[in-house]
Structure formats: C-alpha cells, structure tokens
C-alpha cells in the first residue's frame, strides 16, 4: 500500500517549510497530509510542489457543498494526484456519490476518505444540531452511508476502529489520527492510541502531526514511531 502506514500532518502554511519538511521524511514516512491551512495560503500549486518530492500526498479538504460543486472540486483537487482526499459525509449521499463518480470519470485511484463526526463534536453539540442519540451511533450513520456511496474509506478516532472494523466491509480503509507514542502526552488529543494499538484494532493509515513536525529529528521520530509499531 506504502510504504509506511505512518503519514506526518504537515500542519502550516508555508511552502518553504512545508518543502522542507517533506524532503526530510523521505523514506521515513509514508506520507504527508497537507490540510486546509496549508491550502489556503498555498493552492494547489504548493500542493504540487510537495507531491514532486515523491511522497505520496492525503489531501485533507472535509469537502462539504451541494452535489455538483463537490464534484467539480474532486476533480480539481484530484490534478494534483493525491493519495487521498477527503470529504465530510454529512454532505449526503447525493454529494458523495456525485464525488465517487467524479473521481470515477477522472480515472483517478486515489481514495476518496469520508469524515463522519468532528471528534472536536460531542453529544451536546450534535444535540444542539438537532441530531439526538449518541455520537458513537451518528458516527455508525454516516460510515454506512459514505461506505454505501461508494467511499474507499473513513477517517476516524482511534477508538472508533473497532465499531466501525464490526460495520463497514474489510476492503474500507480506515485513516487514523490521534496517535502518540505509548506514554507521552496527548497535546489537545483527549483520546489517543499508540501505533501498535491502532494498527491492531485494524486502522490501515495512521496520521501523527506534533510528535514527529515537533521532534528535533523528525525523521527519526517517524521511525521509532514505526519500529515502536512493529515491535509490539
Ligand atoms: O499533531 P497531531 O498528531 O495531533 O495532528 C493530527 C492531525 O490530524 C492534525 O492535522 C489534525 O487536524 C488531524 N485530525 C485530527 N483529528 C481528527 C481529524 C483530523 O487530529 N478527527
């Protein structure tokens, strides 16, 4: 798949660091999630300029618009050849299945990776929204409906692996941030995982911002996030 399940959250807005960073991940990472700050200030064209280092590109958009629109930007984004773009599911199954068709028609094979619940979300807030229940069934509600749309898989907290492993058919990817190293602290992350955890509840992708961007070896923190993940 990559060659590491590890991608770094690149997460700023210059493309010079951004640069920078990428280069020295190279071969310690399997890739990088470049998000909305960062396209924001830099376009696809910083987007571009990262993706010919080599490494392979999740491009973190939370799309979220009516059908067509969502489905013109799938095809924009997907220029640049990202491993992955993601989309927020609660845009509907209209919208999703406008984004897989889009994808389709550009014969692209990057995975189209749906958002369900913000994990800054809690039942108070989906309450405020309207939707009763708990977050853990709307999270379920939304996979099933990216899944049945057509998505080749979900973003989700770590502790949302398992529910969603019982749910969704095995070929769906589950990407996964909220990860840190076993024993450090969880920065603004209230709910974290280790590396070994997450890989064996089932997560396929792992996303780490801080402890590697934040290391003063970034390259060497991703591998011993990796060889602490093989280990155990
Ligand atoms: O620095 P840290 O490892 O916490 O970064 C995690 C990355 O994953 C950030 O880019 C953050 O925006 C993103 N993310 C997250 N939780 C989600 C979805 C995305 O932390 N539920």
Excluded at 172 to 200: N, T
Aim: one cysteine or more; proline letters at 6%; aromatic letters at 2%.
């Amino acid at each position: 798949m990559f060659t590491s399940p590890i991608f770094c959250a690149i997460d700023r807005p210059d493309p010079s660091g951004a640069l920078d960073l990428a280069r020295s991940l190279e071969g310690a990472v399997g890739g990088v999630k470049l998000g909305l700050e960062y396209f924001c200030a830099a376009g696809p064209e910083g987007v571009r300029a990262v993706a010919s280092e080599g490494l392979p590109v999740f491009l973190d958009l939370k799309l979220h618009d009516i059908p067509n629109t969502v489905a013109g930007a799938v095809r924009s984004a997907l220029v640049a050849e990202p491993a992955m773009l993601t989309l927020h599911a609660s845009g509907g199954s209209a919208m999703l299945r406008a984004a897989v068709e889009a994808k389709r028609q550009a014969g692209s094979s990057s995975w189209l990776l749906a958002v369900t619940v913000l994990t800054s979300l809690d039942d108070t807030d989906l309450g405020a929204m309207g939707i009763a229940g708990d977050t853990g069934a709307q999270v379920e509600r939304l996979a099933r409906l990216a899944v049945e749309a057509g998505v080749d898989g979900l973003v989700c907290s770590p502790h949302e692996i398992a529910r969603l492993r019982r749910v969704v058919p095995a070929g769906i990817k589950l990407v996964v941030p909220g990860i840190r190293p076993p024993g450090s602290a969880g920065d603004d992350q209230k709910r974290v995982m280790s590396p070994a955890e997450a890989l064996a509840a089932g997560a396929d992708v792992l996303v780490v911002g801080r402890p590697i961007t934040g290391a003063a070896d970034p390259a060497s923190a991703a591998r011993a996030l990796l060889q602490g993940a093989a280990g155990s």
